[in-house]
Nanobody
Framework: QVQLVESGGGLVQAGGSLRLSCAAS????????MGWYRQTPGKQRELVAVIISSSTTNYGDSVKGRFTISRDNAKNTVYLQMNSLKPEDTAVYYC???????????WGQGTQVTVSS
């Protein structure tokens, strides 16, 4: 069974930083586009960042210039470095794996990020 396990969430003050990690198992990691999404109560899940290869990334407008997504294919892990955090970044952050060619899509269980003002 495919597993995506997020870690690194928590409580941080505005202006601070956090680094999220998502470890994947039972997938051919390099064949997947990896992404981070976030969701707050009553709102739709929104894109934070996706990474296809180490040089191909895409970010949501609200996090551009503050967040950086990266991946380590040898460790089957994707990271999200979050800097200059704002209270509006408070959400549950979900890791996602989307196969590059097949209709295979997986989600992690989510990790809470809370930014206090």
């Amino acid at each position: 069974q495919v597993q995506l396990v997020e870690s690194g969430g928590g409580l941080v003050q505005a202006g601070g930083s956090l680094r999220l990690s998502c470890a994947a198992s039972r997938i051919i990691f390099s064949s997947y586009t990896m992404g981070w999404y976030r969701q707050t109560p009553g709102k739709q899940r929104e894109l934070v960042a996706v990474i296809i290869s180490s040089s191909t990334t895409n970010y949501g407008d609200s996090v551009k210039g503050r967040f950086t997504i990266s991946r380590d294919n040898a460790k089957n892990t994707v990271y999200l470095q979050m800097n200059s955090l704002k209270p509006e970044d408070t959400a549950v952050y979900y890791c996602n794996a989307q196969h590059s060619r097949l209709p295979l899509n997986y989600w992690g269980q989510g990790t809470q990020v809370t930014v206090s003002s």
